[in-house]
């Protein structure tokens, strides 16, 4: 029985007092001696086939009643009103074919009757996501990404795509991967900050890219990974606060988009009661943000200027802030070269993170667009300018000012589905022991 796309019933939309083709998985099976069930799940659901043995073919039913579960299976009959099945309809099959066997020992259960510890369900993702409550996380997920590019396009961006295989790391430091590149030495690439500042410089003036990172992150932790995805933004006569608005309207029009379109997935979170940021966050200078950490009481030790945001500093400063803020005004010392300091202040910078209550989402400022002075910064932090003359010899040609931001996707995801590790929102993570699958 040959499965026909174009006339394929889906469970959600199979209506009494029709004949329908439906396929999919078997979810569960119950044999109650004269009369069996067998719920069958596909994409939009899942739908009760009635077995009445003495009025159908023997050797439909044996075939149906023998097969284990998580086989995929294709079933035709008629649809009947049924309020006792689980979705107040049954089919009752005249055709019942297995299309795909399953082995009777599965590594983890779909029907999460069973609880399976994460490397378990990481090792076995294709199963993992027949779980509604995970398919819904990358449905989530997809929405977030499609809404992210509606919101950008809003702006006035351009998508592009940069180079994942570099000369040279964006930010250098010992978070590179280095890989054989035809018998030289290249590096997977940490951002595609340096291509989209040159982009600026083309003309393009707005452009943005989602795409994959890679950082050789020393930590193994919840919310670190080595490879990420990253939405990032660059825009021609930006500064710092333009570049905000656009983070607080990114992320204000992901939540939209999800409590929007994503009822029937939040559900399966038990997230029914979603709530949407307003977008109007705090913005916090470093100065401001130290402060509060250290009235907060939560340190041993009380942070200094110059000192980074812990994981403990971002905690107890999320834990008084209480919902999405900014941290401005960074010290220069501890942003990249190519953030631009205050024009008052060499000391201080334009940098800026957009932090979610539980940890960091994305980092930006206004970029250095001056030649020389981009040059100077190239020194400052041990760097070689030569090394990246195919980057800063265009600011020589007429680079206008310009801000931007880098956020993670992926942490993204987790923080707005309340999510306990990142990897739960990546299909196949990559960390310092997961290679595979």
Not at 77 to 102: C, H, K, L, Q, Y
Not at 246 to 274: D, K, P
């Amino acid at each position: 029985m040959a499965v026909d796309p174009e006339t394929r019933t889906y469970a959600a939309d199979a209506e009494p007092g029709r004949e329908a083709t439906l396929a999919g998985w078997v979810h569960e099976i119950r044999d109650l001696g004269g009369i069996a069930f067998l719920i069958l799940r596909d994409t939009t659901g899942k739908i009760q086939v009635k077995f009445e043995k003495d009025e159908l073919d023997d050797e439909l039913v044996e075939t149906a009643l023998n097969i284990h579960r998580e086989s995929v299976v294709s079933v035709a009959g008629a649809v009947e009103a049924e309020d006792r099945a689980p979705t107040g309809v049954e089919v009752v099959p005249n055709a019942f074919e297995v299309i795909s066997p399953a082995d009777p020992e599965l590594p983890l259960d779909p029907s999460g009757k069973v609880e399976a510890e994460l490397p378990t369900r990481l090792d076995n993702r294709t199963l993992d996501l027949r779980k509604p409550e995970v398919e819904a996380i990358f449905e989530i997920r997809a929405e977030v990404l499609r809404a992210v590019r509606e919101q950008f396009r809003e702006l006035g961006c351009t998508e592009i795509n940069t180079p994942k295989i570099v000369a040279t790391g964006t930010e250098g430091g010992t978070e590179l991967f280095p890989i054989t590149y035809f018998g030289q030495e290249a590096f997977m690439n940490q951002s595609p900050q340096l291509f989209k500042q040159l982009m600026i410089g083309s003309g393009l003036e707005r452009v943005f890219e989602v795409g994959p990172i890679f950082r050789a992150e020393e930590h193994n932790t919840p919310r670190h990974l080595n490879e990420a995805t990253s939405i990032d933004l660059e825009a021609a006569f930006f500064d710092a606060g333009d570049a905000m608005d656009a983070a607080e309207a990114i992320v204000t029009g992901a939540y939209e988009a999800v409590a929007r379109n994503c009822r029937s997935q939040l559900e399966a979170l038990g997230l029914a009661e979603f709530s949407v940021p307003d977008g109007d966050f705090p913005r916090l200078t470093y100065e401001e943000a130290i402060e509060r950490v250290n009235a907060t009481g939560e340190l041993a030790e009380p942070l200094v200027w110059g000192d980074d945001l812990s994981t403990e500093a971002e905690r107890a400063l999320g834990g008084a802030v209480g919902e999405h803020y900014f941290v401005t005004e960074w010290p220069s010392e501890i942003k990249p070269f190519y953030i631009r300091d205050l024009a008052d202040d060499p000391d201080v910078s334009t940098g800026f993170d957009l932090m979610h209550p539980s940890l960091e989402l994305a980092s930006g400022g206004q970029r250095e667009h001056r030649h020389d002075r981009l040059v100077v910064g190239f020194e400052q932090q041990g760097l070689d300018p030569a090394a990246f003359e195919y980057y800063t010899k265009m600011f020589r040609y007429g680079m206008p000012p310009h801000a931007g931001w880098g956020l993670g996707a992926d942490r993204l995801v987790m923080t707005m589905l309340g999510l306990e590790n990142v990897r739960e929102a990546v299909l196949f993570p990559r960390d310092r022991q997961r290679l595979s699958p």
